[in-house]
């Protein structure tokens, strides 16, 4: 959702790192190589990992927004393990690994087709 946002959010602000739960796309990738900013991922499973490092929200902002798009300022120790998806470069290891996946995909799915043939 924040997508589309994203390049001006970090022209604007000047952060230098964006914490997300997923993959983001061209204007995100524009931006981080534009302003020197990266773009991280917490590894599947880790939310309650991250939400044991936050010491406290200093404050919310943009609350009119809702909850999912509110920017939370926290302060937090150790906080990790994160995944640079998007480097300063604007290389995009989520978009990278999509697309080796599904070129991989036809082949595997018809190997297991043969095998399982109920599966479509």
Known sequence: RME?????FIA???V???VGKGGMGPLTEAGCREHKA???IFPGGCAVVAATQVEEIERA???DLGMPETLWVNRVKEFGPLIISIDTQGNNLIEKNKAEFNAKKASIVARIHQ????IK
């Open 4 to 8: 589309k946002f994203e390049k001006e």
């Open 12 to 14: 604007q602000t000047g």
């Open 16 to 18: 230098k790192l964006i």
């Open 38 to 40: 990266v773009h991280a």
């Open 61 to 63: 902002e943009w609350l």
């Open 115 to 118: 095998q399982v043939g109920f």
